[in-house]
């Protein structure tokens, strides 16, 4: 077993506190942060795994899916400071 492969199941079994953040969190900052941690560790997979098939295809998914998460957490940030997002 190679090691990227033992990062893969190290990031695949990292993602269950995040899940479990995003549903059972109090408050909703506290699942925003979960949220926001998934999708930085499916990022990181999904370089990793890109790696590991000598495929570059998986980079943009993993550019598109970071762009994303990261105009989600702006916008719901904005909604949580200041009950609007424009």
Do not use: H, K
């Not at 998914?61 to 424009?86: C, K, M, N, P, W």
């Amino acid at each position: 077993m190679n090691l990227l492969d033992v990062a893969l199941v190290i990031m695949s079994i990292s993602l269950i506190p995040c899940i479990y953040r995003i549903i059972v969190g109090p408050t909703l900052p506290d699942r925003v942060v979960g949220l926001d941690a998934l999708t930085l560790v499916m990022v990181v997979a999904l370089g990793v795994y890109s790696y590991v098939q000598e495929s570059p295809f998986f980079l943009d998914a993993a550019l598109v899916l970071s762009i994303i998460s990261f105009v989600g957490t702006i916008a719901i940030a904005r909604y949580i400071d200041e009950g609007a997002i424009f």
